[in-house]
């Protein structure tokens, strides 16, 4: 085997929990999407594909070491929090004048944090046992698709509940939850087939 080849576990491993923290910073801003006019956190773009990075990596790594690396997502998740927290308190340099916009932009409301977060953890866990069980019966492609909308779905209504629930009108937050399920399908479709790219290494029985 060359020693230069790229180890896909690793990398897979590496690009889903960045992808975690990215979607995370980006979700602080509502953006408008053109053509459907829905607004959606802006973490929606990107987050959707963490559910085919963690076939990659269950794939590669099989079902425990999958369910780790989930879990490390979310402790880092609320590492990341914690320090943009920990930052935004410390005094400022009397000629950095940003101090207001990085406390609106980076310190946002905790419950919204703790919804993302826990939303993130249960959804990929249960992605994790779909994937498993569809995989070993059936195929990859099927196990990546019917896996990613099961937690999609587990995502959208455990985040939009968690976060604005008696804060926000029901109609409101349902308007939320089916604009998120119906941006994450359609990227999380994309990336289904990119699942064949990737060659399992684990043993069948880990999977």
Known sequence: MSKNKINIGILSCSVYVAAQLIANV???KIVLLPLVNLAVDGGTIIYPVTFTLRDFVHKTWGKKNARQVVVIAGLLNLVMVFFFWLVGKLPSDPSWANQEAYRIILLPVFRIVIASIAAQILSELVDTEIFSVI??????????????FVSLLVDSFIFSFAAFWGDLPLVT???IMIANILIKFIISIISVPSIKLVPRTVDFNEI
């Open 173 to 175: 937050v349902l308007q």
């Open 26 to 28: 980006l979700s602080v």
């Open 135 to 148: 995989y070993k019966k059936v195929s990859d492609t099927l196990a990546v698709l019917v896996s990613n």
